[in-house]
T-cell receptor, first 114, second 113 residues
């Protein structure tokens, strides 16, 4: 079955370190998204991509970067981790199309920055 | 700016009782509206969505929601709660040609036996 996976599921790191969270989908979806989930805020969009070599900033992109070298993967990099980036991170994907498309979510990565 | 407000961060109902989770949106253009459910330690799963057409939308697990433009609302209902409905529920909005989905803060539903 097609799926979307994230790794690692849990990560502890130190302030200032570079961290990369992986997201891999096997649906062959063109659109991929990264969100962070914080108590009281729901999910907020970090970055998104409409296809290979395409990346766009979302609502809370500062301190994060993404790159899209193939259809299946959209890794999220924290250039210099900060305690404010402690959160649960979700990757999602959707088929080519407009905003009415359903997004399919991965299981999440819980990140703790000490 | 487009946004979503979910009234009530926690809702508790008895098994068999009506479930009503409230969602109001703010949008200057016609919205697309979604309800997602999140079970513990899992990602989000789509319950239902409104894009165009019929304003009463039926979803999985017996849930439904009605788009009311005049009230800018998209409340989620289920006639009879089941223990398995205990989860966190998120309302979300996007709009034409824009994939920047905005989520509400979420409502945690507890179902008492």
């Amino acid at each position: 079955d097609a799926e979307i996976t994230q790794s690692p599921r849990h990560k502890i790191t130190e302030t200032g370190r570079q961290v990369t969270l992986a997201c891999h989908q096997t649906w062959n979806h063109n659109n991929m998204f990264w969100y962070r989930q914080d108590l009281g805020h729901g999910l907020r969009l970090i970055h998104y991509s409409y296809g290979v070599q395409d990346t766009n900033k979302g609502e809370v992109s500062d301190g994060y970067s993404v790159s899209r070298s193939n259809t299946e993967d959209l890794p999220l990099t924290l250039e210099s981790a900060a305690s404010s980036q402690t959160s649960v991170y979700f990757c999602a994907s959707s088929e080519t199309g407009g905003a009415a498309e359903t997004q399919y979510f991965g299981p999440g990565t819980r990140l703790l920055v000490l | 700016a487009q946004s979503v407000t979910q009234l009530g961060s926690h809702v508790s109902v008895s098994e068999g009782a009506l479930v009503l989770l409230r969602c109001n949106y703010s949008s200057s253009v016609p919205p697309y509206l979604f309800w997602y459910v999140q079970y513990p330690n899992q990602g989000l799963q789509l319950l239902l969505k409104y894009t165009t057409g019929a304003t009463l939308v039926k979803g999985i697990n017996g849930f439904e929601a009605e788009f009311k433009k005049s009230e800018t609302s998209f409340h989620l209902t289920k006639p009879s709660a089941h223990m398995s409905d205990a989860a966190e529920y998120f309302c979300a909005v996007t709009w034409y040609n824009n994939n920047d989905m905005r989520f509400g803060a979420g409502t945690r539903l507890t179902v008492k036996p």
